[in-house]
């Protein structure tokens, strides 16, 4: 999910994209400072955002402005360090409000919360329209690829790794090959077995059979050294940490 944080202290900025992207499932995707900068994207760009992390105090005023400006319809967390505009936030799509300095913990119940709010509206508006591919306990078998003019078979017992690579997911099979995937991840990760694919974080998806050792790595992350090599790192997210480990050990 495509997140917009709008905070004009850039070091607030950059700790608070760090906490929300310690969670796999949100992206930073743009980060502004300025009401003028907010009214002009939210303007053209709304429909691609997912949530707002949203200051109370910024450079140009109070941000409750662009509320007069432009019609919000994104789920909105405000972020201040004073505490005595909670009622406007409510009033202003605000679905949680975290005083600063910001607390890991707190940013993590928030994107929690959202995720319940979301899951639970997706849900009653889809259930008649798909039953999904868990429900029915089958997986797929194999994706087809193309490489020039040819296409191509590829068995996801094969891949050892789905990795998000410029905005293209690529599989690397056991053999050393690579070949594009014209999906995406989340598809990727509901389709394939979880006994045996893991979400490592929001850009790679492991093979348990293509895992050879695991490595201790900076801020109490974990680094996977896979069978095949990759342009990057295959480093799991400290969130996911636990339970990466806890799904190895049921092989």
């Not at 930073?28 to 994207?41: M, P, R």
């Not at 009622?87 to 995720?115: D, S, V």
């Not at 690579?178 to 850009?203: D, H």
Request: charged fraction near 25%; proline fraction near 2%.
């Amino acid at each position: 999910m495509n997140v917009l944080i709008v905070e004009d202290e850039k070091f607030t900025a950059q700790l608070l994209k760090e906490m929300i992207e310690e969670d796999s499932d949100f992206l930073v995707t743009t980060i502004l400072g300025s009401i003028v900068k907010a009214v002009q994207f939210l303007s053209k760009h709304q429909n691609k955002i997912d949530l707002i992390f949203l200051d109370i105090q910024l450079e140009d005023g109070y941000s409750f402005e662009i509320f007069k400006h432009i019609d919000v319809t994104i789920p909105v967390i405000f972020c201040t360090a004073y505490d005595e505009y909670t009622l406007q936030a409510i009033k202003n799509n605000g679905i949680e409000y975290i005083l600063k300095p910001f607390k890991e913990g707190e940013i993590q119940a928030a994107l929690t919360k959202f995720k319940r709010l979301i899951g639970s509206i997706q849900a009653k508006s889809s259930a008649l329209a798909f039953v999904p591919v868990q429900q029915t306990n089958t997986y797929q078998e194999s994706f087809l690829t193309q490489l020039r003019e040819k296409s191509f078979v590829v068995y996801i017992k094969d891949v050892t790794v789905f990795a998000l690579e410029f905005e293209t997911v690529y599989m690397y099979t056991s053999d050393g090959k690579k070949y594009p995937l014209f999906k995406n991840l989340e598809y990727v990760e509901k389709v394939c077995n979880p006994q045996v694919f893991f979400r490592i974080n929001r850009q790679m998806i492991v093979n348990r059979a293509g895992v050879i050792s695991i490595q201790a790595y900076f801020n109490r992350k974990i680094v996977v050294h896979l069978k095949v090599q990759l342009p990057e790192k295959a480093i799991v997210s400290r969130l996911k940490v636990s339970s990466f480990k806890e799904w190895l050990e049921k092989s």
